[in-house]
């Protein structure tokens, strides 16, 4: 199958704002030294390198990584990587910056938590590795020193092109056109891997999954819904996730065909090239409108927000039955349109 080619227009910089994420997370670790290990004759440093050496315990760090991840995610989740970090949907700006300052306010605590023992922690872990308690000892960094490697911020910016280059050469070779350009591929290339991983964690292999299994799959639509301006072919692949999640029961464990449709979503949405020719194929062909029910763009219905029941993340492995009746289908009526807007480009 032949790749599609998309092109994002320079004028999508008008409709999003990039976020630039820089978190500094201290490694506990220093490089280990020939005098280590009592000046024994090692190999010449332009055939071999000596690695490096734990001065705290790792496990006490943990908890960082998991803050960063987060962050990650949180971007992950409503943002496509550009540049540095992220472009965002404009609108979506509060509700990112609001989630970024929960995770940082989080993460200064528990930094001076760590800092509060950090001596102690690291007595500890010399205690631990006595044998070794002589290359540790004298590699150990101040608790100003770690304090000043740990950080927590992030920038937001807007990006426009440069005004009055000398000339078009300079104007072309700037670069900033083909990132843009490739906004739209990176778009599908990471929805593409989002359905892998959904795949592999919820629909793999089974005959049965309870609604919790709606849940990364809607995250996925949000995603696209609110970056529809990127490329026209957005708008076609959210509504045949609506029209996937139309389909599902309100109640009860999803099985039989129901199951058969989310399963048959995420394989074609887990190949690029399948997930854009279908795109494609409901943006010229006026039979498509069979397969999407008669919807178009001003009358997408969204899917209802998932029960509390519901919002756990993804599915238990627990097959329970519910004696509730799977044909009702989910309430198409309850949640506003998310933002479908070409914002005057396609």
């Known amino acids: 199958m032949e790749t599609q080619t998309l092109v994002t227009p320079i004028q999508v910089l008008d409709n999003i704002l990039v976020i630039n994420l820089d978190i500094t997370l201290w490694s506990a670790r220093r490089k280990l030294t020939a005098e280590d290990f009592g000046g024994i004759e090692l190999p010449p440093e332009d055939l071999a390198s000596l690695g490096s050496k ?55 605590v528990e930094k001076e938590d760590f800092l509060s023992g950090y001596d102690a922690a690291i007595e500890d872990w010399i205690a ?49 056109g083909e990132e843009v350009g490739n906004l739209g591929t990176t778009l599908f290339q990471e929805i593409s891997r989002d359905a892998a991983d959904i795949w592999k964690k919820v629909f793999e292999g089974r005959t049965e999954v309870t609604h919790k299994a709606l849940s990364p799959i809607k995250t996925m639509r949000d995603k696209l819904a609110g970056l529809s301006f990127v490329d026209p ?17 309100k109640k009860g464990n999803i099985v039989g065909a129901p199951l058969l449709t989310l399963q048959g979503l995420i394989c074609m949405f887990k190949d690029t090239d399948s997930l854009l020719a279908q795109s494609q194929a409901i943006m010229t062909d006026s039979s498509a409108e069979n397969m999407l029910m008669n919807w178009n763009s001003d009358q997408l219905a969204p899917i209802a927000e998932l029960t509390e029941e519901d919002a756990g993340g993804l599915p238990s492995q627990s097959n329970s039955q519910d004696n509730s009746n799977p044909d009702t289908l989910v309430d198409q009526t309850a949640i506003p349109v998310s933002h479908l807007d070409s914002m005057g480009l396609w």
């Open 54 to 108: 734990k001065i705290c315990d790792p496990a006490r760090l943990n908890v960082f990584l998991k803050l960063k991840a987060r962050a990650v995610t949180l971007l992950n989740k409503v943002g496509v990587r550009f540049l540095s970090g992220w472009a965002i949907p404009e609108d979506k700006a509060s509700e990112v910056i609001q989630g970024l300052c929960d995770i940082r306010d989080n993460f200064f």
């Open 128 to 176: 631990r590795h006595p044998t070794w308690a002589g290359i540790t000892k004298g590699s150990t960094v101040s608790r100003e020193y770690v304090d000043s490697r740990m950080n927590f911020v992030w920038q937001m910016f807007r990006v426009m092109p440069a005004a009055q280059l000398s000339n078009d050469t300079t104007e072309l070779e700037s670069g900033l």
């Open 233 to 249: 072919h957005v708008l076609p692949a959210v509504q045949l996730i609506d029209t996937a999640l139309s389909k599902m029961p």
